[in-house]
């Protein structure tokens, strides 16, 4: 359908207004004999409280206690069938008044109202005749909205700075009369007048909230069908599921109602909200229009009316999970089909194989060998050994070089650190070494650094670097000091 420059409004030509009239939900609930009875129910029980889901057998209660009393006026033959089958009909696709579904983990089915109904439902509030029409707050409304647009579009610094200007000086103007004593009071007509648009637009705001999680939920619907039939490749079906979502995260709606939900989802708005929810109603002119007493808690509406949008955009990605899921998981059972039936026809080939080549592997890529790259033939070295009879006897040999070998106690290490730990949460390694010297020199120091990568809890800190020192024996029999610079090592409890 074409849409005029609004973005909203229809064209109303001929065609459109017929194929409206034949397919729309809205027409055709205005347009059926129970349009009294679904209206009056469902504005009742799901637009009034704000309801968005109500389980079936809760619901077909609450329509038969209506079946009920309207029988009793207008005689048994009224509404002859149960509670159960109206609500059924009213959910299926030739009405389409109610959305029927089953909630995940659930038998039982769910009904909600579909955004036609509630359109329909609105509409009609709107005939009723109202004892005071405003038209104040309506203008303002506009006139700040146009100025908003205006000055938000203005890419010319020096004219922004100029009507910020103008704007404090108004401010302060408005402060020295307020400051002087001239104290301009709203007066009981423009305080009813603001109200009332303000619980219209608090209406509009609901209704659009099922609006958006209905065009969100046909989203769903649609990567569940393609998901159902798709027999592709799954990068190509991911890759038009994702260009779908942003499709309708990135448009105008879906950046306004992302915009919406942070604004509202403020601990500190909600508490302003409150506030001043509760200061306007107990304004005597308010109180006259004896509001809704859900209008205290409207916010919350806004809240629990947003949660709904937000858990069908993460139903869009459990399922979207659940595919890649039951995907890979097939794919993972046809290969080991596949490797099972090699194994099957192996073993049944193996006492009989087939006669001449079964199978044959074409070389992964040509080997080039050139003849000035291949080695010059080299003759074997044949070893020569000596024929030789050992005699006894003793040889003058220093043995004292096996002993002199250094051997480092790690576990005499572990202690030290360990009883480093007992009084303090964390030491160094160069407190530690400075309590108990290095005897072995660097072979100690690197079984420090092993006891800390194997048994102990060790932090590094690159940024500080660390001396540790020891003194090691030279040949002349006097010490030398030596030192290993490395990040500080923490050994920690």
């Known amino acids: 359908m074409d849409k005029g420059v609004g973005g909203n409004d229809l064209t109303l030509d001929y065609a459109t207004v017929d194929a409206l009239r034949?397919?729309?939900?809205?027409?055709?609930l205005l347009n059926s004999p129970h349009a009294p009875l679904v209206a009056s129910f469902l504005h009742r029980v799901f637009v009034v409280p704000n309801v968005r889901v109500m389980a079936a057998a809760d619901l077909a209660e609450t329509l038969e206690d209506e079946l009920f009393a309207l029988r009793e006026q207008l005689g048994p033959a009224a509404f002859p069938k149960p509670a159960l089958d109206y609500l059924n009909d009213w959910?299926?696709?030739e009405k389409g008044w109610l959305r029927k579904f089953y909630a995940h983990g659930s038998d039982e089915p769910q009904f909600d109202l579909t955004p036609a109904t509630e359109k329909a439902i609105a509409w009609l509030s709107t005939l009723a005749e109202r004892s005071f029409v405003g038209t104040e707050s309506r203008l303002l409304t506009l006139?700040?909205?146009?100025?908003?647009?205006?000055e938000g579009s203005e890419a010319d610094p020096e004219k922004r700075i100029a009507e910020l200007r103008k704007r404090r000086d108004e401010i302060d103007a408005?402060?020295?009369r307020v400051q002087s004593g001239d104290v301009p009071l709203m007066d009981g007509t423009a305080l009813k007048d603001r109200f009332q648009q303000f619980m219209q637009l608090a209406r509009e705001l609901l209704t659009d909230f099922?609006?958006?999680?209905?065009?969100?939920?046909?989203l769903d619907r649609r990567v569940r069908e393609r998901i159902a039939l798709w027999e592709g490749a799954k990068g190509a079906l991911l890759e038009e599921i994702m260009i779908d979502r942003d499709v309708i995260t990135d448009s105008d709606q879906g950046k306004n109602f992302r915009a919406f939900w942070d604004f509202l989802m403020s601990s500190r708005r909600q508490e302003e909200l409150s506030e001043l929810l509760d200061r306007v109603l107990a304004l005597p002119p308010v109180a006259d229009l004896k509001p809704d007493v859900r209008t205290r808690r409207v916010h919350y509406d806004w809240l629990e009316a947003?949660?709904?949008?937000?858990?069908?955009v993460a139903q869009l990605s459990q399922q979207l999970r659940r595919f890649l899921d039951d995907q890979a998981w097939l794919e993972n059972r046809r290969i080991m089909d596949i490797l099972h039936g090699i194994e099957a026809k192996a073993l049944a080939l193996r006492e009989n194989p087939p006669a001449g080549e079964t199978m044959s592997i074409a070389e992964p890529a040509a080997g080039v060998e050139l003849p000035m790259e291949r080695p010059l033939y080299a003759p074997a070295l044949k070893p020569l050994i000596a024929d030789i009879v050992l005699q006894a006897g003793e040889e003058d040999t220093d043995v004292a070089a096996l002993y002199a070998q250094v051997v480092v106690d790690t576990a005499q290490l572990a202690r030290h650190i360990r009883h480093a730990l007992q009084d303090?949460?964390?030491i160094t390694l160069r407190e530690l070494t400075e309590t108990h010297p290095l005897q072995h020199g660097l072979a100690e120091l690197v079984a420090y650094l092993q006891l800390g990568s194997e048994s102990f809890k060790t932090v590094v800190d690159e940024a500080t670097p660390d001396?540790?020192?020891?003194?090691?024996?030279?040949?002349?029999?006097?010490?030398?000091?030596?030192?290993a610079r490395l990040p500080r090592v923490i050994f920690v409890r």
Not at 306 to 312: A, C, K
């Open 210 to 218: 099922r609006e958006v999680e209905h065009n969100f939920r046909l």
């Open 143 to 150: 006139f700040e909205l146009l100025k908003q647009m205006s």
């Open 467 to 483: 001396m540790i020192a020891w003194e090691a024996p030279a040949k002349d029999g006097a010490a030398v000091r030596k030192a």
């Open 22 to 28: 034949q397919h729309h939900p809205s027409w055709r």
């Open 91 to 93: 959910a299926s696709p």
């Open 306 to 312: 947003g949660e709904h949008t937000q858990r069908t």
């Open 174 to 176: 408005e402060i020295a």
């Open 424 to 426: 303090r949460a964390q």
